[in-house]
């Protein structure tokens, strides 16, 4: 009987968490805080840095409007932003793009991470 509960316990334990993993785009929309002084995710209006509507999916230095370094402009070629080089880029953009104008150091928790990629995704599902 106790071998059975154990065993309940650890597949329950290994069991992926679908929220966690995929990112809680409204735990989300409280970390884009952070962003929220050079970017826009609800509305495609560019601040000091380009709105970030409909970013995932989208082809990377591609608003006209909005004049992106040579550095992006170059890394960009070819490219659309998906989950993967998003989360590779939030982590560490002067890295990733050298000479980039973003400012920002990076995201540093994978939580935080994936929560605002997935409002990213879908920011009116992040409750703005």
Same mark, same amino acid.
Request: hydrophobic share 45%; glycine share 8%; charged share 20%.
């Given at each position: 009987?106790?071998?059975?509960?154990?065993?309940?316990?650890?597949?329950?334990?290994?069991?992926?968490?679908?929220?966690?993993?995929?990112?809680?785009?409204?735990?989300?929309?409280?970390?884009?805080?952070?962003? /929220?002084?050079?970017?826009?995710?609800?509305?495609?209006?560019?601040? *000091?840095?380009p709105?970030? /509507?409909?970013?995932?999916?989208?082809?990377? $230095?591609?608003?006209?409007?909005? &004049?992106?370094?040579? $550095?992006?402009t170059e890394?960009?070629? +070819?490219? *659309?932003? %998906?989950?993967?080089?998003?989360?590779?880029?939030?982590?560490?953009?002067k890295?990733? *793009? !050298?000479?980039?104008?973003?400012?920002?150091?990076? *995201? &540093? &928790?994978?939580? %935080?991470?994936?929560?605002?990629?997935?409002?990213? !995704?879908?920011?009116?599902? +992040?409750? /703005?």
């Amino acid at each position: 009987m106790k071998t059975s509960s154990l065993i309940v316990l650890l597949a329950l334990a290994a069991a992926p968490l679908p929220a966690f993993a995929d990112g809680d785009p409204v735990a989300g929309a409280k970390a884009f805080k952070a962003c /929220q002084a050079c970017h826009i995710a609800t509305e495609a209006k560019n601040k *000091v840095g380009p709105h970030l /509507q409909g970013v995932v999916g989208r082809p990377v $230095a591609s608003i006209a409007d909005y &004049k992106y370094s040579p $550095a992006m402009t170059e890394f960009g070629a +070819g490219k *659309v932003w %998906d989950e993967a080089l998003l989360s590779e880029y939030l982590k560490a953009p002067k890295a990733v *793009v !050298k000479g980039t104008k973003m400012a920002y150091a990076g *995201v &540093k &928790k994978d939580e %935080d991470l994936a929560n605002i990629i997935a409002y990213l !995704k879908d920011p009116a599902a +992040g409750g /703005q």
